[in-house]
């Protein structure tokens, strides 16, 4: 059985940081690129950051780029999203995501296969 359990989100400041962790089960981790997405309340989902699956290669949305770092350990099943200089427009629902099996990495939601249910993240002003 598939599980993408997200963990690490809450309540900070703005200019704080969070580390978001989400643990993968019943699937070959390695050979997945792995993705954040995020969906503030009347919004739609938007994609955050991914990482490859075999190189590590990483890609960000302009609005995290710098402040956000996406990383995996495939030793542990665990991708990982440290989020740095948070703004109150980073509050939404954080979800991490797995992609087709040993697929490119993408930037849209119609390309991952595998979904957790969610963290909130909340930045207050």
């Known amino acids: 059985q598939v599980q993408l359990v997200e963990s690490g989100g809450g309540l900070v400041q703005a200019g704080g940081s969070l580390r978001l962790s989400c643990a993968a089960s019943?699937?070959?981790?390695?050979?997945?690129?792995m993705g954040w997405f995020r969906q503030a309340p009347g919004k739609e989902r938007e994609f955050v950051a991914v990482i490859n699956w075999r190189y590590g290669t990483t890609n960000y949305a302009d609005s995290v780029k710098g402040r956000y770092t996406i990383s995996r350990d495939n030793a542990k099943n665990t991708v990982y999203l440290q989020m740095n200089s948070l703004k109150p427009e980073d509050t939404a629902v954080y979800y991490c995501a797995a992609g087709y099996k040993y697929r490119d990495s993408s930037d849209y939601a119609r390309d991952y296969v595998y979904w957790g249910q969610g963290t909130q993240v909340t930045v207050s002003s």
């Open positions: 019943g699937f070959t981790f390695s050979s997945y690129a």
